[in-house]
């Protein structure tokens, strides 16, 4: 080790707390005396000194997050709001269309045994007198057919000209064999009750 | 965890990731502050600085080698974004100028004592108006002289810094030249 190197070896032996007694005292003192000022200016820093907190952190998150460096927790990623919306969408169009039907209600709407379309109408003869119109206009010979519970069941050839005019009554049928079969009904007397 | 496990895991990304930054922060983010406080930075600034420090090492993790401790590569990231920060406000100045080591004893002998010292003013006012000068000239050598003061060691110093052990040691040698002109008349207060 050169004079040199052993000088600087003391200095800043004693500029971090551990003076060698056999070093030079001028260069001892001059590092104690650096040492304190190093110490004070150090805690003037830290007075100004933002802390790595928790607040700190969640800034670094939120930046990281939005740079796409870090996934957002889970809770925030499942689609929940689009899910609920989409549930509550779903329950208002039931509750406007009359609830939720039950298992004897269910083949009301369409099909059946003999799979008729059946319409729900509270004046099954009114609206027989409407389609009857409309279908022999367009050229049908509709048989009609009174059933019990006041049901009116029409059958005829599914012609283009008489699927046409279904369609713009927003009734499409299904063609059995050529054949299109409606059913007029009254609601039932427990769903006027409802 | 160390700090290649560190880098490890946010290469890894997800779980991993989010608690190796948190690691990495707890661990580092304070002395990140101190060093930028401590090289001009207002305390807002040192906190831009410090977000920007680690978004750079999630961003970079992956360009990791594992040539070279992982502290000094954390560190020069510290540094590159101090750098970035100052040259983006248009501050930055190159404080430090190359001196050839031959001239340095002509500069020593050029450059006058910055605060001027009464008998009155004792040795340790004498040199705190030193070191304030010296610091805001030369920023980075006060801050490694105050890792010095702390008792880190060469190695420490030299991953917080970039350098090697034998480049640190003569970087350390040559802040006590440096900071001659500004702290050396301090002692002859003692003779009054």
Redesign the interface.
Known sequence: MTT??LS?AQ??AA????ADPAADK?GN??AA??????????QQ??Q?????DAA??Q???F??RR?G???PPLWQQLPVWGLAASLLLGASVLLQQGGWLGAEDADRLRGGSDQATMLLVNDPEARLVELLAGLRAAGASPQVERQAGGRIKLQMAGDPAVLDYLASQRIEPQLVQGQVSLILSPPSAKALQK | MDEEEIIKCICIGGRSRDAAVKTLYYDQAQTMLRFFASQGASADEARDILQNTMVKIVRSAASFNGDGAAKAWLWQIARNCLLDFHQQNSRMSRREVTVIPEKWAELVETTAAPQVCSAAMDIDACVAAGLATFSAAMPERAFVLGLQMDGLSIDAIGQQIGRSIAATKEYLSQCRKKIQPFIAHCVDLLSN
């Open positions: 040199e190197d600087d200095w800043l500029l971090a707390g551990q001028a003192l001059q005396a650096l040492r304190r000022a190093l110490q004070a200016r150090r820093i830290e100004d000194l933002p802390q790595a700190l952190f800034q670094l998150q930046r990281l740079e460096l870090m996934k």
